[in-house]
């Protein structure tokens, strides 16, 4: 027999499914859409279950179920992923921002056709030239790396992983809410290392207060 505790925290998450998918609908989704958002967010429910509502729990999910997945998905199922997650933690406040700046994404491409070659991407940067306004927040990354004391390499590696979100982000409607995090999905299931891409989405959120302007940005490295 299912215990009224854990009957309740599935009709919880049923509930936030619906809601989730409720909102994409209103924001224009059509049917396909919605029935692939649905079927992706069933096996992510399984992964939860039983999970404290905590990031560490969601992000551990994600990962489990990625992992079982093709790489060339993953860039729908983390963008999903990222929308679900206000509604899995009942963040209403955000959710109406968010849905209030347009920050959800619609049209997204369920399977990529190819993923990005990743010594092309590198390549790349080192033959552009950053315009100041791209450097500045680049600029500000190392520094604060520096100041924390960080290896001469491990700055070096994190501040190319940072300049393929800035190069990257050129494709991307800067206006959109959403832009740095589609950005992050675009590249994420393109590195072949699982440390890799664990270090990328680290440096994706440590670099993002920097990207954004945010006069806290240091402090908020040992977040």
């Known amino acids: 027999m299912v215990s009224p505790q854990v009957q ?11 809601a989730y998918l409720k909102v994409i609908k209103s924001k224009g989704a059509n049917a396909q859409e919605l029935k692939e958002r649905s079927a992706f967010l069933s096996q992510l429910q399984v992964h939860l279950k039983d999970q404290p509502k905590t990031k560490k729990s969601f992000r551990a999910a ?7 997945s093709d790489r060339y998905e993953w860039t729908f199922y983390l963008t999903i992923s990222r929308e679900y997650f206000l509604f899995w933690i009942d963040d209403v406040k955000t959710i109406a921002a968010v849905s209030h700046e347009n920050g959800f994404s619609l049209n997204i491409p369920k399977r990529v056709d190819q993923l990005i070659d990743i010594d092309r991407l590198r390549e ?13 927040p680049l600029n500000n990354y190392a520094e604060a790396m520096r100041q924390d004391r960080a290896l001469k390499e491990t700055v070096e590696i994190k501040l190319m992983l940072a300049k393929m979100i800035v190069f990257k982000l050129r494709e991307m409607d800067s206006s959109q809410m959403n832009a740095y995090r589609m950005t992050v999905n675009v590249i994420m299931p393109s590195f072949g290392s699982q440390e890799i891409r664990n270090l990328f989405g680290d440096v994706s959120v440590e670099f993002f207060p920097f990207y954004d302007g945010n006069p806290n940005a240091i402090e908020l490295m040992g977040d």
């Open 8 to 18: 309740s925290t599935v009709n919880k998450d049923t509930e936030a499914i619906a």
């Open 62 to 68: 994600v990962k489990g179920l990625l992992d079982e």
């Open 124 to 136: 790349q940067i080192l033959a552009t030239k950053f315009s100041m306004v791209e450097k500045w």
